[in-house]
């Protein structure tokens, strides 16, 4: 006899059918589906917000895949709001979808969205997965059932029920008791409820020691699933599953009053919400990643739900699948074997079946080799796993969220939960399209794409992004609703408010620059308008220094976007020129982290006016000529810094505008003896370091090399612990190659006699006057042969495969 004839059999009044479930539980969701079958209700009540009623139909549509989440926001503040995640295992899930399949009424009986969002708004804090890492139940998971609803218990300490349970049938770990318990058990026939029973035993003993837990929500939760629950009684008789935490069950047993219940309930805040379905993933269910769904393993826990049988064997292959697609060679008798290293582990455990430890055991031993490396592949893309839901257009969203779905799909840019790199050739026109509609998103606040560095051409027609789509990004997008109902309108308001609010000058130069890659000629008048008041306002250098870059690089947008950049360049160079008349007395009586942030700003600016004196549309090619000459006036200036004058001469020496022989000169003026130690390291640092290439510099120039072995020799004992560590700051930086060069160098001797002369008679290989052409023939032969030209050396007659044999 099942549970619902029993129940007719006492005649009205009977409880419900109550399914409590481990959230996200393989196990449960499988016997959720065994109890629906056998005892058929005529309604199931799902622990869930009532206001997502009305999109229960939607999982019933081709284009819906789990792993999904119902997401409820506050229509004023759409930050504010919470996340009821569903995976393919979720026992929810299964009951909504057996509910749809049999034509039986499904709804939601959890304290309303409207209650927990305002609950939040008025504690100033957000309740379940308000910044998306929480959930419905205030804490950090839905519920108590698996480690995620626990309290205090009666001496203040917070439990966690399956632990207590695990602990009291002898495991020291929760999730193997689970998995022994459940995961691994099957449902027979005539055995669908005993789950039930047994767990809603176990619970109701927990909530007899621990009360609520702490958690005084729960209190008015329950009280409100319990009208609920009476009101579909009265609708349904006794033909009512209810499918909720294994938590609350004790609590919607209980009998309680409907006055009681609905004083509890009195005086709740309200907010007025919105709701929808949104994607998932399994990497958002899983603990790792933040979201304390109370699984650490959801791409295990899919596979357990879906394997048909012999689930360890299923597993194995599928790793074995990925690991030949890293070009790791795993046979199918390394598989084999894994599985009965598996079996024999579960035995030596005392386990009915191998579970996720003793196969990850496995893996290590047999397919891995004892490397945890390739095990974190396995634990990345098959435990976690990085598959992302799908729903169905017609799900409810915000009118920018259309439009975002629309762009998507024009420019065949699919939302994947994979990360993944992305290169574009803005010279096509989908690729240019692509870029503008990643550049507007990151202005909204929607970081579905970051730029990163291209691997290929550094021209401005080249962009690369690496893209990843997280759930939260449907959150962002309902937030940035507030500035437009389609991306380019929302991204227009949101740089034009941005630029009014903008506090210092370099983010009204970032936003005029990020304006000009997201195409947005009608907010760009006004964000110039604001950058020309600012910077006619604004005396200070480093501020000036500090936005000009940004700007510069604005102006080589132009090209490959079509922009008209001349009003942004007439503000550029009126920057420029108030640097070079400011920077010279800026740079004097500086202490030392002053100094190097004014050499960063130095090197910055030197890179400026390199690209603003070589834009042919700007007409400023003689900025170059005046930043020269300050160059010049730092080089000379006492008062300036070590690092900033060493930094001047090695930038007029790279531009050819002084002689090598001038800045031996310079050089060994600073390094003379009247200099103290500390402010001729910081020469060196400047001249030298900063990642300049200054190795490479002292390597081909000996006489430089030369300078600086003398001056260092020569440093007095008691001074060179105080100048150490800024010369291993310098040299450190240097690639392992060109400090072993450098190292070869010193201990042979470079050709310097402390003030002159060259490499060309230090005997050094690689280092002499001229070419040395027999060491260049020397390698003429495999040149020849890589090239794939003549097998024989015309020159010579070898035969240049014998010679390279």
Excluded at 59 to 72: G, I, K, Q, S
Excluded at 345 to 357: C, E, T
Excluded at 395 to 417: H, S
Aim: hydrophobic content about 45%; charged content about 25%.
């Amino acid at each position: 006899m099942t549970d619902m004839e029993r129940a007719e059999s006492r005649g009205p009044g009977a409880g419900p059918l109550l399914l409590g479930v481990r959230h996200h539980g393989p196990g449960s969701a499988r016997a959720v589906r065994a109890a629906l079958e056998e005892a058929r209700p005529r309604v199931v009540l799902i622990e869930g917000p009532p206001e997502a009623d009305a999109l229960i139909p939607l999982a019933a549509d081709e284009e819906m895949r789990p792993p999904v989440a119902l997401l409820a926001h506050a229509v004023d503040e759409p930050g504010r709001s919470s996340f009821w995640p569903l995976a393919e295992f979720s026992p929810e899930w299964v009951a909504i979808r057996w509910a749809l399949a049999h034509d039986v009424p499904a709804r939601f009986i959890d304290l309303p969205a409207t209650h927990t969002l305002a609950w939040g708004r008025q504690e100033d804090a957000t309740v379940a997965e308000g910044d998306g890492d929480g959930d419905p139940d205030g804490d950090d998971a839905p519920d108590g059932d698996d480690d995620r609803d626990s309290g205090p218990g009666p001496a203040g300490l917070r439990i966690d029920p399956l632990g207590v349970l695990a602990e009291t049938a002898g495991y020291d770990d929760p999730e193997r008791w689970w998995e022994d318990v459940v995961e691994h058990r099957g449902v027979g026939k005539g055995d669908a409820l005993a789950p039930f029973t047994v767990l809603e035993e176990a619970m109701g003993a927990l909530r007899e020691t621990y009360g609520v837990g702490g958690h005084d929500r729960d209190l008015v939760r329950e009280a409100y699933m319990r009208l609920q629950v009476r009101a579909a009684q009265r609708e349904f008789e006794d033909g009512v599953a209810v499918v909720c935490g294994a938590w609350h069950v004790p609590a919607l047993r209980q009998k309680t009053t409907v006055a009681a219940d609905k004083a509890l309930l009195k005086g709740l805040p309200k907010v007025k919400t919105d709701m929808t379905w949104v994607p998932w993933t399994h990497r958002r269910l899983s603990r790792i990643s933040g979201y304390g769904a109370g699984i650490e393993s959801p791409g295990w826990y899919g596979h357990l739900f879906s394997a048909p049988d012999r689930p360890v064997e299923r597993w194995l292959t599928k790793v074995a699948g990925l690991l030949r697609a890293e070009d790791r060679i795993v046979s199918s008798a390394h598989v084999i074997e894994a599985v009965r290293l598996a079996e024999t582990l579960a035995a030596m455990r005392g386990r009915p079946l191998p579970g996720l430890s003793e196969t990850t055991d496995a893996v290590r031993a047999v397919l891995c080799e004892g490397s945890d490396v390739p095990l974190s592949l396995v634990h990345d893309r098959l435990v976690v796993g990085d598959v992302l839901g799908e729903v169905p257009p017609t799900a409810p969203a915000v009118p920018l969220q259309r439009d975002l779905a629309r762009l998507q799909r024009r420019l065949r840019l699919k939302p994947e939960a994979l990360e993944r790199e992305l290169e574009l050739d803005l010279r096509k026109e989908t690729d240019a399209g692509r870029s503008r509609l990643l550049h507007r998103l990151r202005l909204l606040g929607v970081a579905w794409g970051e730029p990163a560095a291209s691997r290929g051409s550094t021209g401005t027609f080249r962009e690369t992004w690496r893209l990843r789509w997280e759930p939260e990004l449907s959150v962002r997008v309902a937030e940035a609703g507030v500035w437009g109902t389609t991306v380019l309108s929302a991204a227009t308001a949101k740089a034009e408010a941005d630029g009014i609010a903008a506090q210092g000058l370099a983010d009204v130069t970032a936003l005029a620059e990020r304006c000009l890659l997201a195409e947005l000629p009608d907010a760009l008048p006004t964000v110039m308008r604001i950058l020309a008041d600012r910077a006619a306002l604004d005396t200070d250098v480093g501020h000036l220094a500090q936005a000009l870059p940004a700007l510069v690089r604005s102006l080589r947008y132009g090209d490959v976007r079509g922009t008209d950049t001349g009003a942004l360049g007439e503000v550029a160079a009126g920057l420029a020129e108030r640097v070079f008349v400011g920077l010279p007395p800026a740079c004097a009586a500086l202490d030392a982290d002053a100094a190097e942030e004014m050499r960063r700003h130095v090197d910055a600016v030197h890179g400026a006016v390199g690209l603003l004196g070589d834009a042919p549309a700007t007409g400023h090619g003689h900025l170059r000529g005046r930043w020269q000459s300050v160059l010049r006036v730092l080089c000379g200036r006492d008062t300036v810094p070590g690092v900033i004058r060493g930094r001047a001469v090695r930038l007029l020496l790279d531009d050819g505008e002084l002689a090598q022989d001038e800045a031996a000169l310079l050089m060994g003026h600073v390094l003379s003896p009247g200099t103290p130690p500390p402010d001729a390291a910081a020469w060196i640092e400047g001249f030298v370091g900063g990642g300049s290439g200054g190795g490479m510099l002292l390597v081909h120039d000996e006489r430089l090399l030369g300078l600086v072995d003398a001056w260092l020799t020569g440093v007095p004992a008691e001074a060179f612990t105080d100048v150490l560590p800024l010369l291993r700051r310098t040299f450190s930086a240097y690639e392992p190659g060109v400090r072993r060069t450098l190292g070869e160098l010193v201990r042979r001797g470079p050709g310097v006699g402390g003030g002159g002369g060259s490499a060309a008679g230090s005997g050094i290989p690689g280092f002499a006057a001229e070419l040395d052409l027999a060491r260049a023939d020397a390698v003429l032969p495999v040149v020849r042969l890589l090239l794939g030209l003549d097998d024989v050396d015309e020159k010579t007659g070898n035969d240049l495969a014998g010679v390279t044999g």
